[in-house]
């Protein structure tokens, strides 16, 4: 976070200087074996976890093995290069990265085609998970009383984990919602969680495609949010057997895949 003066107007027309607090987004250059393989705009802080997630939702990392070690470059004094080292027998393809494919919703590739790209890389979802309503229905709330840095800037996203129980035991925040999403399971591949079958995924924003690419590439069989989807993610959702909600807000929610996932004691 960063305190910047800014001018306060309020109509009919007082205007007060003051201190702003406001989200900081930075560029970080990730690159593996020495290669760089991409610039994320994030906000810094748990990069390591931004680096390993962001490589467990492309399909180059997907056994805690086959990570060797994560580092900043010590000869970038700015601390925005993060070097990533793969063990020697991990074979790194890197044309199959597709961050750049599918990044925007503009990407000009229609659904099916990009729906088929993704599966050749990740299997269906073959998660056993299951949450009661009224725990899930609890969680917007708690994942609201983790926004630490968004109660200061208004201005960032979040992505948290959870368990069956409707506890959160995974958050972070950042200006893009992506990138939430990969610290919090960079994070639980970091600690030898994934693939996270016991797992749900909550977002703070709508969910795009990506987000559920890198829930079935971690194996959350789960993904709920307090927004909306769009038509793509819904699509990609049935066809990967994850579970999509959409719209968590007080005493309702909207399913759009996979309702055998809602159930149980609560």
Known sequence: MKRI???????????????DTVAVEEPMELRVDTRPVAVIMRTPGHDEEL????????????????????????????????????????????????RHVFASSSCGLCGATSIASVQRQFPAVRSTFRIAPDRLLALPESLRAGQLAFDATGGLHAAALFDAAGHITGLREDVGRH??????VGRSFLDGHCPLGTSGLLVSGRVSFEIVQKAVAAGIGLVAAVSAPTSLAVEFA?????????????????????????????
Do not use: C, H, Q
Not at 67 to 76: G, I, K, S, Y
Not at 256 to 262: A, N, T, V
């Open 238 to 266: 049935r066809a990967s057997r994850v579970t999509l909600i959409g719209f968590l807000r007080p005493g309702r929610f909207n399913v759009y895949s996979g309702s055998e996932r809602l159930g149980g004691p609560g």
């Open 179 to 184: 990138n939430a999403v990969d610290k919090v």
């Open 51 to 98: 680096a390993v997630g962001f490589l467990v939702s492309e399909g180059m990392l997907r056994r805690r093995a086959e990570l060797r070690a994560v580092r900043p470059d010590v000869r970038n004094r700015r601390g925005n290069v993060l070097d990533v080292f793969l063990e020697p027998e991990v074979t790194v393809d890197f044309a199959r990265l597709t």
């Open 5 to 19: 003066r800014v001018s306060r107007w309020t109509l009919p027309g007082s205007v007060r200087r003051r201190l």
